[in-house]
């Protein structure tokens, strides 16, 4: 094949892949979720170009240069990179299943695929960070021509992580326990490259020799990253390659699980078999599964950084941010989409009156259990004393009063099913009215509390979300059958609408 042949259907491919949302039966619903995302992805932009800025100058002035501490904990950049492609990032073997029918070796499909993934625009988001931080702290020591090397060599170790994450990636839609492997890989190595040995930080040490080398354009990094990407190229390569045929011939499986009974929700009748639904719907699908455990990581994240670093401490805001976020964010990426799963056999649900009551009440129920995953995680900074008890309980409470009732009105509106198996990458889920529910049951108790601690005091801020959440909480019974009575309002439009969207 010739070169002009080959990058024809490279350009076309790419022109697919950007058309791809226009050719969605929902584009409508997508613009507006696009339009969303494009504003959240500005939002965390111009955080990470102010904690550039704020870095340097907190850095500036220690033991080593400012840019060494960067650098030599780049381990940690990594695996923030690692574990938040899950949400945005798909294989090649999704994307080429569609091309099978044309006549293009499946040779060239991969390596278009894989050469994309490389020069993808997520792998230079963290630019945002960096060019700031490198114009402050590299020209002065390496002149303009080391910080173009430095922001390169960042730019190249994501794309090494990039590819490092479609390796596990491809394993994981195998079996979800591969995880632990690039899991323990990064902690031993930031374990016993950082921390283990204080007099010798091989790792931190490594770390920094080569980005001082990218700086200084030498060439031994340029060869190290040479080295590392080219044998991860092709084991991705053979591996997407079986994935492909895997994904084509991928027939229905049936797995066995061991039956969960529990006998002690019994005793609340209906409501109890819908708790009993809600729990095994978390261990068995697929979709739930990963947003529990997508939101317990960015939990455990923040409150790992809040409690153990003073990054956030000069930021009032972030401390607000914080707690309402742990405590919102499975609500928020839970009900968001309520009723949308059971828009599966919706028409079981409504052979018996008030059936859907009863569902709902157990969502609520089940939610409000889940209040104590964050509780946990929370009491990190409260030991730390970053954080007061009031503030925490304010916070619960809030959620579970005041969060909750709002995303739950979008179990009247939604009217798309939700394939229990599907990845939560799949395009054309989110309609714009949950994007827009989902923005501002997050945000808004966000600026509400923060506008609330500014014009008074902590305390008083906490004791009016304790008590709004307390009134929320106590009429839960009231509001969910308001909700009730306004889906069966609408009942036909949304047994419809579920029926066309499965």
Request: proline fraction near 3%.
């Amino acid at each position: 094949m010739t070169f002009s042949r080959a990058w024809l259907i490279y350009r076309s491919l790419s022109q697919n892949q950007r058309l791809q949302t226009r050719r969605h039966p929902m584009f409508e619903k997508n613009l507006a979720m696009k339009i969303l995302t494009y504003f959240f992805v500005a939002f965390w932009a111009v955080y990470l170009v102010m904690l550039g800025f704020t870095s340097y100058s907190y850095l500036e002035g220690m033991a080593l240069e400012a840019f060494d501490w960067i650098d030599g904990l780049m381990i940690f950049f990594l695996v923030i990179d690692f574990f938040s492609r899950f949400s945005m990032q798909e294989t090649p073997a999704q994307n080429i299943k569609q091309y099978k029918l044309h006549n293009i070796p499946t040779s060239l499909l991969l390596h278009t695929f894989l050469l994309r993934m490389g020069l993808q625009p997520y792998n230079i988001f963290w630019a945002f960070f960096f060019v700031p931080f490198g114009l402050r702290a590299i020209p002065q020591f390496y002149g303009i021509g080391g910080f173009f090397g430095f922001i390169i060599g960042w730019w190249l170790m994501y794309v090494l992580n990039s590819y490092w994450y479609l390796l596990w990636r491809t394993l994981l839609n195998r079996n979800f326990f591969f995880v632990i492997i690039p899991t323990l890989t990064y902690a031993a190595l930031a374990y016993f490259g950082i921390f283990f040995d204080v007099d010798n930080q091989w790792l931190f040490e490594g770390t920094v020799m080569l980005m001082r080398g990218f700086c200084q354009w030498n060439p031994q990094p340029w060869l190290f990253f040479l080295v590392v990407v080219v044998p991860l190229y092709i084991v991705n390569f053979r591996l997407q390659k079986v994935a492909i045929y895997v994904e084509i011939a991928k027939t229905e499986v049936v797995r066995q699980f061991k039956s969960h009974n529990m006998p002690f929700l019994d005793r609340f009748g209906v409501i109890g078999e819908y708790l009993k639904l809600e729990m095994i719907s978390m261990i068995r699908n697929l979709v739930v599964r990963k947003q529990f455990i997508t939101g317990s990581l960015c939990m455990l994240m923040l409150c790992g950084l809040f409690s153990f670093s003073d990054i956030y401490d000069d930021f009032p805001f972030m401390r607000v941010f914080i707690c309402i976020y742990c405590f919102a964010c499975f609500g928020v990426m839970t009900l968001t989409t309520v009723m949308c799963a059971e828009g599966n056999y919706i028409d079981g649900l409504m052979v018996r009156k008030e059936t859907v009551l009863s569902l709902l009440k157990a969502k609520y129920y089940f939610q409000c259990m889940l209040l104590i995953v964050p509780l946990l995680f929370s009491l990190m900074p409260v030991m730390e004393g970053k954080m007061s008890w009031l503030t925490t309980l304010g916070c619960l409470l809030f959620t579970s009063g005041a969060v909750f009732p709002f995303i739950f009105q979008l179990a009247v509106y939604n009217d798309i099913t939700i394939h229990l198996n599907e990845k939560l990458t799949k395009k054309g889920r989110d309609t714009k009215v949950q994007m827009l529910m989902s923005g501002t049951a997050l945000f808004l108790p966000m600026f509400v509390m923060y506008a609330l601690v500014e014009c008074f005091n902590d305390e008083v801020a906490a004791i009016s979300m304790i008590s709004i959440g307390l009134l929320g909480t106590v009429l839960h019974p009231w509001w969910l059958r308001n909700i009730y009575e306004r889906f069966m309002k609408r009942r036909y439009a949304n047994m419809d609408g579920f029926r066309n969207s499965r």
